[in-house]
């Protein structure tokens, strides 16, 4: 490669950089909650979901971590950089128009079915109902039998006898499950976008402090009591009820 070339190469990467930290910055200045979350296991699939339901109130934007930190300079809130602190790992971010918490719910009402991994908890009682496989007898009967799964050989196919609790929620599933599982195509885990931490109005907020009571939450909103992370919804409860008073009066 010529040194021209070299130098062209180098002014399309400057560009795509300078363009990449003036929109972050403009996300920065848009959005008032910020959040991260780890890349790595998730799937490109499960990220465009997300993106769906996130649509008219967060954007998610895969970004890298030094460009971030420009656009944060850039817009004025170079506070925002704590948020990647000690981070190692590549990482997304969500800029969010709605609190964390409620953005944490959504996320967590909107994970999906995946295959487990050996060493992974089932995040739901896994049953293998019955029904055909599809498969044909051979070894694989003997990892039935070890998993205590009734079977049954029928028109040259292994047949599940009956509906069997292979692993209850909360279980680690083991290595040999897991393989089974894949083959029969049973979903045992749920994965989805997990903030491990956001940032909003001056505090920054981790995995844990997101990890909310949702009953708590409700008594809180009940009785009025101001804690940050419910006094929005304390004020909206407040309005719709001095809404619906106001309607009650002209109506009598």
């Known amino acids: ?22 929109e972050l910055a403009k996300l920065i200045q848009d959005y008032p909650v910020v ?79 995946m295959h487990a991994k050996a060493g992974e908890k089932a995040d739901m009682d896994v049953i293998i109902p019955e029904m055909n496989t599809g498969l044909p007898p051979g070894p694989i009967l003997g990892d039935f039998g070890k998993l ?44 989805g976008v997990e903030i491990e931490r956001a940032y909003a109005d001056g505090v920054i907020l981790t995995k844990e402090d997101l990890t909310i009571d949702l009953e708590a939450r409700a008594l809180a909103i009940e009785a009025e009591i101001p804690a940050r992370d419910v006094i929005v919804d304390i004020i909206l409860r407040a309005e719709s009820v001095a809404a619906a008073l106001k309607q009650a009066i002209k109506e009598s």
């Open 1 to 22: 490669m010529t040194a021209q070339a070299i130098a062209r190469s180098a002014r399309k990467i400057a560009r795509w950089k300078l363009e990449e930290v003036d």
């Open 35 to 113: 959040a991260i979350f780890k890349l790595v296991g998730l799937r490109a699939n499960l990220l465009h979901e997300i993106r769906r339901v996130l649509r008219g109130k967060a954007i998610l934007r895969i970004a890298k971590k030094t460009l971030f930190c420009k656009a944060a300079e850039k817009a004025g809130r170079p506070e925002l950089k704590r948020l990647l602190e000690d981070v190692k790992e590549p990482i997304g971010f969500i800029f969010s128009k709605i609190d964390a918490f409620k953005l944490k719910l959504i996320l967590d009402k909107n994970r999906i079915p």
């Open 148 to 191: 205590k799964i009734p079977t049954k050989i029928e028109g040259g196919q292994i047949w599940i006898a009956k509906d069997t609790l292979v692993a209850k929620k909360g279980d680690v599933i083991s290595p040999l499950l897991a393989s089974l599982l894949a083959r029969l195509d049973i979903k045992a885990v749920l994965k």
